[in-house]
T-cell receptor, first 114, second 111 residues
Framework: GAVVSQHPSWVICKSGTSVKIECRSL??????MFWYRQFPKQSLMLMAT?????????EQGVEKDKFLINHASLTLSTLTVTSAHPEDSSFYIC??????????FGSGTQLSVL | QKEVEQDPGPLSVPEGAIVSLNCTYS??????FMWYRQYSRKGPELLMY????GNKEDGRFTAQVDKSSKYISLFIRDSQPSDSATYLC???????????FGKGTKLTVNP
């Protein structure tokens, strides 16, 4: 399966600061990557679909100005949480895969906003 | 009614037991069914991937899909302590990459 590297695995920041999370597809050219968020004891919720060379597609209820996604190359997508607040504290996970085929996930980033 | 329902458990079994994990769903458009294993604070790892109805076996794991009942199962034979994790079911409509996940069932296999 595809190897997906996500960095950092854990970040603590102060309220009001911005945090950038990177997702790299190491052995697969990903025109599409997906960003999920997982709260404790909750299911993974799709936040947005990252498209290489074009704007991301956000799910209903996800603020695109708060969660900035950049997919500048076939191997890298970044998620920036702008002006983070404690309610943004969550586990963020990216995934890559072909349409209608298997998706493979990164190791996740635990964000804690103080 | 949620699209995918999964009992969050927790489920605790002795080593060597057969484990049965289940999900139900409401949307008959789902065509692809997956089971993921997630260790604490890690990304999900794909265990089983099936299309439409039927059974699929891979080592100690067996996935079953019953589309008529909108019900999927994952069986783990000869369970091991290393199987202790949260198991997530996920489903996908044909022609779309969006996965819909269950909440996950936390499994503990006791030595």
């Amino acid at each position: 399966g595809a190897v997906v590297s996500q960095h950092p695995s854990w970040v603590i920041c102060k309220s009001g600061t911005s945090v950038k999370i990177e997702c790299r597809s190491l052995d697969f050219q990903a025109t599409t990557m997906f960003w999920y968020r997982q709260f404790p004891k909750q299911s993974l919720m799709l936040m947005a679909t990252s498209n290489e060379g074009s704007k991301a597609t956000y799910e209903q209820g996800v603020e695109k100005d708060k969660f900035l996604i950049n997919h500048a190359s076939l191997t890298l997508s970044t998620l920036t949480v702008t002006s983070a607040h404690p309610e943004d504290s969550s586990f963020y996970i990216c995934s890559v895969g072909q349409p209608n085929e298997k998706l493979f996930f990164g190791s996740g980033t635990q964000l804690s906003v103080l | 009614q949620k699209e995918v329902e999964q009992d969050p458990g927790p489920l605790s079994v002795p080593e060597g037991a057969i484990v049965s994990l289940n999900c139900t769903y409401s949307n008959s458009a789902f065509q692809y069914f997956m089971w993921y294993r997630q260790y604490s604070r890690k990304g999900p790892e794909l265990l089983m991937y099936t299309y439409s109805s039927g059974n699929k076996e891979d080592g100690r794991f067996t996935a079953q899909v019953d589309k008529s009942s909108k019900y999927i199962s994952l069986f783990i034979r000869d369970s091991q302590p290393s199987d202790s994790a949260t198991y997530l079911c996920a489903m996908q409509r044909g022609g779309s990459e969006k996965l819909v996940f269950g909440k996950g069932t936390k499994l503990t296999v006791n030595p």
